[in-house]
């Protein structure tokens, strides 16, 4: 049973449309991230959070933004979609010390 | 930052066969994680190390941390082992996430 869950797990939208992806897990963890995955291709960090109002970007350049309002859900926004957004985008959490991670399903997304 | 090498790309095998893929890292790690992802897309954790080996049913992974180098076996492979396998690896402190090889697709065929 899975502790980490995104929605929706497949979006075709428009160019230009504003698009939410939700995440949140229900195992207290600390720390989340997103991560972005074209395909074929190894994942890269776009965002993480230590925890409540705390976010920061990641290795790879991205027009998304965050918000860790609360310490379960961590949604992640494009205001304006555009097809080089077409990707798959993971969301993972863990928690403070020597522990591992937990990845959700996955949002496949294609912008059109 | 780190990168992380993993081989082979690709490998197909027959079932029954002993699968070994390996990975190798260029800088100071405070952990490996070999995870496995189904053609779904989604993620699952098998392993994270810092030392020696560990072992889950039929899934065997070993890092040597003075060589930067880490190997994921599995014995008596079959059909549903088929997936990518991903090493990655987390630097020691802050939350910065992990850093990603590119995946082993491994293909079991019966």
């Known amino acids: 049973e899975a502790d980490i869950y995104q929605t929706p797990r497949y979006l075709v939208i428009g160019t230009g449309k504003k698009i939410t992806l939700e995440c949140s897990q229900t195992m207290g963890h600390d720390k989340m991230y997103w991560y972005q995955q074209d395909p074929g291709m190894e994942l890269h960090l776009i965002h993480y959070s230590y925890g409540v109002n705390s976010t920061e970007k990641g290795d790879l350049s991205s027009e998304s933004t965050v918000s860790r309002i609360r310490t379960e859900h961590f949604p992640l926004t494009l205001e304006s979609a555009r097809p080089s957004h077409t990707s798959q985008y993971l969301c993972?959490?863990?928690?403070?010390?020597?522990?591992?991670?937990?990845f959700g399903s996955g949002t496949r997304l294609t912008v059109v | 930052k780190n990168e992380v090498e993993q081989s082979p790309q690709n490998l197909t095998a027959q079932e029954g066969e002993f699968i070994t893929i390996n990975c190798s890292y260029s800088v100071g790690i405070s952990a490996l994680h070999w995870l496995q992802q189904h053609p779904g897309g989604g993620i699952v954790s098998l392993f994270m190390l810092s030392s020696g080996k560990k072992k889950h049913g039929r899934l065997i992974a070993t890092i040597n941390i003075q060589e930067k180098h880490s190997s994921l076996h599995i014995t008596a492979s079959h059909p549903r082992d088929s997936a990518v396998y991903i090493c990655?690896?987390?630097?020691?402190?802050?939350?910065?996430?992990?850093?990603f090889g590119k995946g082993t697709h491994l293909i079991i065929q019966p």
């Open positions: 993972a959490s863990s928690r403070t010390g020597n522990y591992g991670y937990t």
């Open positions: 990655a690896v987390e630097s020691g402190g802050g939350a910065d996430g992990l850093t």
